[in-house]
């Protein structure tokens, strides 16, 4: 049996990157996660067959550049600042799955949610449950 995200807390999110590459975001429970959030930093996952990524922070970093105007802004790297990556590797099947991600604990991280107030500082809130 392969490794499935979605039996882990995960959901498939409704696009792929390039290539075909599956995406899937940590499931919060109370949180409206209907659309995807390029301002939102969670626990995200990409799988291409066996190959699958774990990051914590943000869907897509440079996107999120571009949507707040700072892509041309070089004192500022958003998968530098708000991006960690914490498992790259090969996940054949859902027990070897349930290993590495309890080995990850995930569900001490803290989802957040960059904010961009009319004062035009960035901000990063809690993202709470609602």
Same mark, same amino acid.
């Given at each position: 049996?392969?490794?499935?995200?979605?039996?882990?807390?995960?959901?498939?999110?409704?696009? /792929?990157?390039?290539?075909?590459?599956?995406?899937?975001?940590?499931? =919060? &429970?109370?949180?409206? &996660?209907?659309?995807?959030?390029?301002?939102?930093?969670?626990?995200?996952? %990409?799988?291409?067959?066996?190959?699958?990524?774990?990051?914590?922070?943000?869907?897509? /970093?440079?996107?999120?550049?571009? %949507?707040?105007?700072? /892509?041309?802004?070089?004192?500022?790297?958003?998968?530098? &600042?708000?991006?960690?990556?914490?498992?790259?590797?090969?996940?054949?099947?859902?027990?070897?799955?349930?290993?590495?991600?309890?080995? =990850?604990?995930?569900?001490? &991280?803290?989802?957040?949610?960059?904010?961009?107030?009319? *004062?035009?500082?960035?901000?990063?809130?809690?993202? *709470? /449950? %609602?």
């Amino acid at each position: 049996m392969t490794f499935n995200p979605a039996q882990h807390g995960f959901f498939e999110l409704d696009f /792929a990157f390039p290539g075909g590459v599956a995406v899937y975001e940590l499931d =919060l &429970q109370g949180v409206d &996660q209907n659309q995807h959030d390029t301002m939102r930093l969670n626990c995200y996952l %990409s799988q291409d067959g066996d190959f699958v990524t774990v990051w914590y922070g943000l869907l897509d /970093a440079h996107m999120t550049e571009i %949507s707040l105007g700072f /892509a041309d802004d070089p004192t500022l790297d958003f998968n530098e &600042q708000y991006e960690e990556t914490l498992f790259r590797g090969y996940i054949a099947d859902n027990e070897t799955g349930v290993i590495i991600l309890k080995a =990850l604990r995930l569900d001490y &991280q803290t989802p957040n949610i960059l904010v961009m107030p009319e *004062k035009g500082r960035l901000e990063c809130h809690l993202l *709470k /449950a %609602s």
